[in-house]
């Protein structure tokens, strides 16, 4: 997980990517989002505009996004790491 819903949901109105279903950052932001921006870079940037999407939607960035739905379980913003390891990397297609 997390799961590509992109184009799923009637109700989130967008033109980025969807990634849903148990999007949780917290251990997930030290090893997998740094290896998917080295061996998977186009799917780590669908997620992190995803992530970047949600907070358009909400005015929150996740820290774990489950079914549409702030987890609020976690204290922290391991979202901005993954962004930042991205953005450090050059990672394309993110603004």
Not at 14 to 38: E, G, I, K, N, V
Not at 56 to 77: L, N, R, Y
Request: net charge negative; glycine share 10%; with cysteine.
């Amino acid at each position: 997980m997390p799961t590509d819903v992109t184009g799923e949901n009637p109700r989130w109105k967008s033109d980025q990517p969807a990634y849903w279903d148990y999007f949780a950052l917290w251990d997930t932001f030290r090893t997998l989002h740094p290896l998917l921006t080295l061996i998977q870079p186009g799917r780590q940037t669908g997620m992190i505009n995803s992530l970047i999407d949600i907070y358009d939607h909400t005015g929150w960035m996740p820290e774990c996004w489950t079914s549409g739905v702030h987890g609020f379980v976690q204290g922290g913003t391991s979202c901005d790491v993954v962004i930042a390891d991205a953005a450090v990397r050059n990672l394309p297609g993110i603004d």
